[in-house]
Every structure is written in C-alpha cells, then in structure tokens.
C-alpha cells in the first residue's frame, strides 16, 4: 500500500514571506517515484516537479525548492519569497515503480498568499 | 504542449439520472485516468485505462463504469448518479507503461447532482 501525508491543512503567508510545505510517504518500494502539483483557483493541476527514489539531490527552480530526505520518507515544498500568483493546493504524490503510473496524492495544502 | 480536455465544465444533474463525463486528449498517450476531488479528501482515483479497451479500477470504483473505444478517448459513466456522487471530477493522461511519467490534467467537471 502507499500513502502520502500532508499535514497542513491551509497555510497562510504575507506575501514575500517564504513557505514550506510538508510531504511525508510511505511504501515498501526500494523504487518510485514523488511528484508536486499545483492547483489554481481555475482548477487545473499543474505538473511542478519529479523525484526518482535513487536522486536525492535537492533542487531548485527560481523560487520553488525541494528537499527530498529518504531517511525521513519526506519530499518537502518551499516557495520563497511568496507572490499572490502562488495562492493555490498543492499536491504531493507518489507512484510505486513496479506500478502503471498509477498516482497515491496527499490531501493538499491550500496556499493563501495576502498581499 | 498536452492538451487534456473535458465535456463540460459544470453539469447539474437528478438523481437517478445516466450521467456521461467525456476526456480527450491530444498527445497519444496510453493511460488515461478519472479522479473525483473532494474538500479535505484530496484526490482519489475512480478509474484508469493503460490500453483502448482495458480498465482497471482504482480506489473507489463503486457507483461508476468507464469506456475507451478510442485511444484519445476515455469516458465516466454514472449509470444512477446520487448525491453522494456531487464532486469535481479529474480526467488525466500519461504517456509509457512505467511509474516515472508525470500525468497531465483537465480542467475539471464539477458535477451536482439533485
């Protein structure tokens, strides 16, 4: 079985300020792979990031970072300097590697950024 | 750039009623998916299809079927749709067989039933 938690709820944040959003999962795989979306007010999720389970890298892409720890089983979010545009859920997922692309998501974090 | 496209962005529907939800996409993919979002359930998958004719049900198939006679096609079908079914529901694709593929979503049909 997976399972991917996101504890926060709903996070809000002053714009400029920098917010982390917790992803932690659990699978029995030595193989998978950890994704974020996005979901804006219109609805659609947007794909964010992939993870494999053997890249442990951090990465960052202007101001989206990640963390990924696997002693923890957590693939963290933060957004730095936060701007309105950035209010929105975001999705963490998780798909097993002897699988079909079939996706686990968390519950998602509502972002409100305040101007 | 993928294109994933649904039927109808809100529907309102009775109880009772045979209600159609269509997804199509642009990209040849292989795997199409339908989720249902609801508040503080996140996404839950209902239904995906690797194939044109295959199927496999996903975390909460109760209460829907699913076709694909076509490859860009795949749609939801709610043979006697309940209130219990009022949601958003996701239409997804993918491309390959493996876990590593992101998916890419519609825009969404939020449904009501009455």
């Known amino acids: 079985a997976q399972k991917v938690t996101q504890a926060q709820t709903e996070i809000s944040v002053v714009e400029k300020e920098d917010v982390t959003l917790d992803c932690v999962y659990e699978t029995r795989d030595t193989t998978y792979y950890l994704f974020w979306y996005k979901q804006p007010p219109s609805g659609e999720l947007v794909f964010l990031i992939r993870?494999?389970?053997?890249?442990?890298q951090n990465e960052i892409s202007g101001r989206y970072s990640w963390n990924f720890q696997k002693s923890t089983s957590s693939f963290n979010f933060t957004i730095t300097a936060s701007q309105v545009v950035d209010s929105a859920v975001y999705f963490c997922a998780l798909s097993e590697g002897g699988g079909n692309n079939r996706l686990a998501f968390g519950k998602g974090n509502q972002v409100v950024v305040i101007p | 750039d993928v294109k994933v496209t649904q039927s109808s962005r809100y529907l309102v529907k009775r109880t009772g009623e045979k209600v159609f939800l269509e997804c199509v996409q642009d990209?040849?993919?292989?795997?199409m998916f339908w989720y249902r979002q609801d508040p503080g359930l996140g996404l839950r998958l209902i239904y995906f299809?690797?194939?044109?004719?295959?199927?496999e049900k996903g975390d909460i198939p109760e209460g829907y079927s699913v076709s694909r006679e076509k490859k860009e096609r795949f749609s939801l079908i709610l043979e006697s749709a309940s209130t219990n079914q009022t949601s958003m529901y996701l239409c997804a694709s993918s491309s390959g067989q493996g876990a590593s593929y992101e998916q890419y979503f519609g825009p969404g049909t939020r449904l009501t039933v009455t």
């Open positions: 990209m040849d993919h292989e795997n």
């Open positions: 993870r494999n389970s053997f890249d442990e």
């Open positions: 299809s690797y194939d044109v004719k295959m199927k």
